[in-house]
């Protein structure tokens, strides 16, 4: 089993900047790839960011030039920095962690609104 608890969201102003954090505990060894994904209002959960533990990087078109995920193996922690944030980018943003076999973990969520 993995937790994950996230931390760092808020309100904004369109341009501003946030950033996430993704503690995770548990089973930690066991995780290969560490990420965000969200979801908005009447919408589908989209992935925004993931890492792996080879050090992949992987962005969702819509973010990339504005958003930077990282990860600390030391703090089991994952971060997502967000930059020029757009209204567009209010979200409920959910953690996200798997291993090389099923279940993925959810983190609670945390809320960033981007207000213009």
């Known amino acids: 089993q993995v937790q994950l608890v996230e931390s760092g969201g808020g309100l904004v102003q369109a341009g501003g900047s946030l950033r996430l954090s993704c503690a995770a505990s548990?089973?930690?060894?066991?995780?290969?790839?560490m990420g965000w994904y969200r979801q908005a209002p009447g919408k589908q959960r989209e992935l925004v960011a993931t890492?792996?533990?080879?050090?992949?990087?992987t962005y969702a078109d819509s973010v990339k030039g504005r958003f930077t995920i990282s990860g600390d193996n030391v703090k089991s922690t994952a971060y997502l920095q967000m930059t020029t944030l757009k209204p567009e980018d209010t979200a409920v943003y959910y953690c996200?962690?798997?291993?090389?076999?099923?279940?993925?973990?959810w983190g609670q969520g945390t809320q960033v609104t981007v207000s213009s």
């Open positions: 890492v792996a533990s080879g050090g992949t990087l």
């Open positions: 548990g089973s930690i060894s066991s995780i290969v790839v």
């Open positions: 996200y962690a798997r291993g090389v076999v099923p279940p993925a973990y």
